[in-house]
């Protein structure tokens, strides 16, 4: 992570207090229609040069949270902040030259290029868009970005549909960088690929970082993947940030029942794990009905009634470790075998 001079780590983004809903059917003719709480208050910073993780199940709000804080989406309430400009209050000039710093590297690389352009016009397409650059010299820049992210020049004439999985998302990727952003959000992107690829795009991406000095939003469901490559993992359930903290802190003491949870779903090559297991039972609750107080009560094994009506802060326990949950301080032993299940 960099650092400033005080030793400080740079805030890229805050993002505070952030709430979207979207408006559902109506459950009658005449009745109200419903409310989706997709993102429940969220607040986290960005730091410059970090890879924050953001994890959760299928629906908790992780994808939408990325597309929050691009803009590409307005929230219903709260603030994002990038170097400290609201992004949500510029006009289209000023949005035109922030758009340029962010970047968004989608989970569908198939559905994310354009079958009827090639690979080198779809590479070269965002320095048109943002006339970056002479444009004789455009040819050589994307040449350049080809090679940075290891793929032979002769597919630059070549459709998506002649490249693998691993080449494809290769390509959203140089595309996404070749205008030199600061901000980028990896939302889910190497899910749909086999694990040996997934190994050399998450290795690819560690190495760009390196070199151009990005900072990553890297949201996946996926905890023995986004070990190898946050600084920081954020745990996110129905809508709200559950716990944050440095990576190995999180996986070697997690605080949240939740969090236990999710690492002892990590696959593991050792039938000895499986009684230390941490297990929940249930189904994820509606985001059209969230639950009073905490919203995991129903499937934490460590729930009271406070836990049923009160909705725990989220708080710090320790240093750079947050949580949101009332009895953090009593669930603090470590996950069983947490080094060994995410190598």
């Not at 780590?9 to 109200?32: A, H, K, N, W, Y």
């Not at 730091?47 to 990325?66: M, R």
Request: aromatic share 4%; net charge neutral.
């Amino acid at each position: 992570m960099n650092k400033a001079a005080n030793n400080e780590p740079e805030i890229l983004m805050q993002v505070r207090d952030v709430v979207r809903r979207f408006i559902g059917p109506r459950t009658s003719f005449f009745g109200p229609r419903k409310i989706a709480h997709a993102i429940n208050g969220v607040s986290f910073d960005l730091y410059a040069g970090e890879t924050l993780g953001l994890v959760g199940e299928s629906g908790c709000g992780k994808s939408t949270t990325g597309q929050l804080i691009l803009n590409l989406m307005e929230p219903t309430s709260g603030s994002v902040t990038y170097l400290g400009q609201e992004i949500t209050k510029v006009n289209k000039t000023e949005w035109r030259r922030l758009r340029s710093e962010m970047q968004l590297v989608f989970q569908n690389p198939l559905g994310a290029l354009n079958p009827r352009l090639t690979i080198g016009a779809q590479i070269r397409e965002p320095l048109d868009i943002h006339e970056i650059g002479d444009p004789g010299d455009r040819d050589k820049k994307v040449l350049d970005m080809l090679e940075a992210v290891s793929l032979p020049a002769h597919l630059l004439e070549r459709y998506p549909h002649q490249l693998s999985g691993g080449q494809q998302q290769r390509v959203v990727i140089a595309r996404a960088l070749i205008i030199s952003p600061k901000l980028v959000v990896c939302d889910e992107s190497v899910s749909a690929l086999d694990v040996s690829v997934q190994a050399q795009v998450v290795n690819l991406l560690v190495d760009l970082q390196k070199k151009l000095g990005l900072t990553y939003l890297f949201i996946t469901h996926d905890l023995s993947v986004v070990r190898h490559i946050s600084t920081r993992i954020a745990v996110m359930y129905l809508g709200r940030i559950v716990e944050l903290a440095d990576s190995d802190t999180l996986l070697e003491n997690p605080r949240h029942p939740y969090t236990k949870a999710l690492i002892s779903a990590v696959p593991v090559p050792d039938p000895r794990a499986r009684a230390s297991r941490a297990t929940i039972t249930g189904e994820p609750p509606n985001p059209f009905n969230p639950p009073s107080g905490c919203s995991f009560h129903a499937r934490c094994p460590h729930a009271d009634s406070k836990c049923n009506t009160d909705l725990p802060e989220f708080r710090t326990i320790g240093e750079n470790h947050s949580v949101s949950c009332h009895h953090a301080e009593r669930l603090s032993q470590s996950a069983p075998d947490a080094t060994s299940r995410s190598n």
